[in-house]
């Protein structure tokens, strides 16, 4: 007689991950939250839901973080911390500051790069609201960002080549169009566009930012 299947219990104690990620099981255990989060959303998401996807128990969880906050300020510091960097190198591979339109371009190919690469980080950041549980630490790192990018929308101001207004009223307007072209061509993702498609859509943000000529 075949013996039955056995469905192993919540919390109870599973299949460590893939070898070659029993090393770093906390950053295992970052990837999966970040993608039920994505899904889900952070509030949608209990822990033994990411103990069954991550295949470990509930109790391996909170060896590594404490609690469901905890885990969820490592998954956002993660997902800010690689953004930050992509939009970082991006500018740093310009080398000296060029126009505003030339930056503006290279942060918009960087978040395409960001997005691509790791669409569910970028859509836990940009689709959810985090102020209901986000530490110092997370809230500072934000801060962070969003000086990088004030800084950008400032220059540009001053240099004649972005309108006028709150850098945040403007830069919201810029990341609210982004996610919504993420949105749309969800689930395909912006790997659905074509070079030329990317190009007119970055030009169409653009247009968002730019300062027309005066006559």
Not at 96 to 110: M, V, Y
Not at 122 to 150: C, K, M, N, R, Y
């Amino acid at each position: 007689m075949t013996p039955k299947a056995v469905t192993p219990k919540v919390g109870a104690s599973k299949a460590e991950p893939p070898p070659g990620r029993r090393a770093d099981l906390a950053q295992h255990l970052i990837d999966t939250a970040i993608s039920l989060f994505a899904e889900r959303t952070y509030e949608g998401t209990q822990m033994p839901a990411v103990a069954q996807r991550a295949q470990v128990g509930v109790g391996t969880i909170y060896r590594y973080f404490p609690s469901k906050e905890a885990l969820g300020n490592a998954a956002f510091r993660y997902a800010k911390r690689g953004l930050l960097d992509e939009y970082l190198a991006a500018l740093a591979e310009g080398g000296a500051a060029g126009s505003a339109r030339e930056e503006f371009g290279r942060l918009w190919r960087a978040s395409v790069r960001y997005a691509t690469a790791h669409h569910d980080a970028f859509v836990f950041l940009e689709h959810q609201q985090h102020d209901t549980f986000l530490d110092p630490a997370s809230q500072a790192l934000a801060g962070e960002i969003d000086a990088f990018a004030a800084d950008f929308i400032s220059r540009g101001q001053q240099s004649g080549e972005l309108r006028e207004g709150e850098p945040q009223l403007l830069i919201s307007l810029v990341l609210g169009a982004f996610a919504g072209l993420l949105k749309h061509l969800r689930p395909a993702g912006l790997g659905a566009l074509s070079p030329a498609e990317l190009a007119r859509a970055e030009q169409a943000v653009w247009a968002l930012l730019h300062r027309e000529a005066r006559t």
